[in-house]
């Protein structure tokens, strides 16, 4: 468990954003209802001083945790992110903010009988039930979508698994019966086989064997890949810690086709090529699905595609 790799979304940059954005909102909350219970609070907006360092705590107390996920964040490719390193990782982030409350409080705003270290350890203890309510139900939901995600694409690949052995199993009929149409059977077949591509992480494994004509698009996220796929009728999802160049190299001469720096398509899923205020865009085939905008370093490139494709 402790050695586990936490859930991708957790490094994911709209993750961060959004963790940050909750953070301020709850700590807000928070300290106008705690700063009633303890003596070393000072956050006020009636005095000007007061004013200026809650102010510039809430600052540097955002700007420490957007650098601290920020380096998270360039990490991830060369550091696996493990539960008992995110945790420890968080612990350092309390303890940094702590610190930063405990300078200005013992500098500007010192209380009388209290001392630097007991203002250390409310601050500690008051820092970290802020961060931890925020990180917890962040995390929860993080961990709940990546193994929606998982269960999803084990489903999917159990359903091509079923239909190869249905496959299988009428080719294997039929070549009991007749041996000398058995071999154009088997010819037609495997013409009308799906193609797989197995797609890997960075590590080298396969996280996500997927027939190509239900890939629809791929999405750069960070340093994942955000893969979308037909599976029952709607369109799933898929995070992949890969690099994108390397997913272009597991597609090639798959008919995916990359039209952004952040998006690479499958041209048979391709329904419409358009133009908006000067900026090129595609629709594919599935209306759930959001317009794919197309850069001009890739817009020859992928109408040379599409016309060999015809």
């Keep these: 468990m402790a050695r586990r790799e936490i859930p991708k979304y957790l490094v994911s940059r709209g993750y961060i954003s959004a963790l940050i954005s909750f953070i301020v909102?709850?700590?807000?909350?928070?300290?106008?209802?705690?700063?009633?219970?303890?003596?070393?609070?000072?956050?006020?907006?009636?005095?000007?001083?007061?004013?200026?360092?809650?102010?510039l705590?809430?600052?540097?107390?955002?700007?420490?945790?957007?650098?601290?996920?920020?380096?998270?964040?360039?990490?991830?490719?060369?550091?696996?992110?493990?539960?008992?390193?995110?945790?420890?990782?968080?612990?350092?982030?309390?303890?940094?903010?702590?610190?930063?409350?405990?300078?200005?409080?013992?500098?500007?705003?010192?209380?009388?009988?209290?001392?630097?270290?007991?203002?250390?350890?409310?601050?500690?203890?008051?820092?970290?039930?802020?961060?931890?309510?925020?990180?917890?139900?962040?995390?929860?939901?993080?961990?709940?979508?990546?193994?929606?995600?998982?269960?999803?694409?084990?489903?999917?690949?159990?359903?091509?698994?079923?239909?190869?052995?249905?496959?299988?199993?009428?080719i294997n009929e039929s070549d009991t019966r007749h041996m000398a149409a058995a071999a154009e059977i088997t010819h037609r077949a495997n013409e009308r086989a799906p193609r797989m591509v197995n797609l890997k992480d960075n590590s080298g494994t396969v996280r996500l064997t997927i027939n190509i004509d239900s890939l629809y698009y791929l999405e750069s996220d960070d340093n994942y890949i955000k893969v979308h796929y037909k599976h029952n009728d709607k369109i799933a999802s898929y995070m992949l810690r890969c690099r994108t160049k390397l997913v272009e190299q597991m597609l090639q001469g798959t008919g995916m086709v990359r039209c952004h720096r952040s998006y690479i398509v499958n041209i048979a899923k391709i329904g419409f090529v358009g133009e908006e205020h000067r900026m090129h865009y595609i629709t594919l085939d599935d209306d759930s699905i959001k317009r794919i905008p197309v850069s001009k370093s890739y817009y020859e490139s992928l109408m040379r595609e599409l016309k060999s494709e015809i």
């Design 25 to 55: 909102i709850f700590s807000t909350i928070f300290m106008l209802q705690y700063d009633r219970y303890s003596v070393a609070v000072w956050f006020s907006v009636d005095d000007m001083l007061r004013f200026s360092m809650t102010t």
């Design 57 to 170: 705590f809430y600052v540097g107390a955002i700007v420490i945790l957007i650098v601290s996920r920020y380096v998270m964040n360039t990490l991830q490719d060369r550091l696996e992110m493990t539960v008992t390193r995110y945790i420890w990782w968080l612990a350092s982030e309390s303890v940094a903010i702590a610190l930063f409350y405990t300078v200005i409080t013992v500098s500007l705003f010192p209380v009388e009988g209290v001392s630097t270290p007991v203002i250390a350890l409310r601050a500690l203890f008051c820092v970290a039930t802020i961060l931890a309510i925020p990180n917890g139900m962040i995390s929860f939901y993080a961990a709940y979508r990546s193994k929606c995600e998982e269960l999803e694409a084990t489903q999917y690949q159990l359903q091509r698994i079923r239909e190869e052995n249905v496959r299988l199993t009428a």
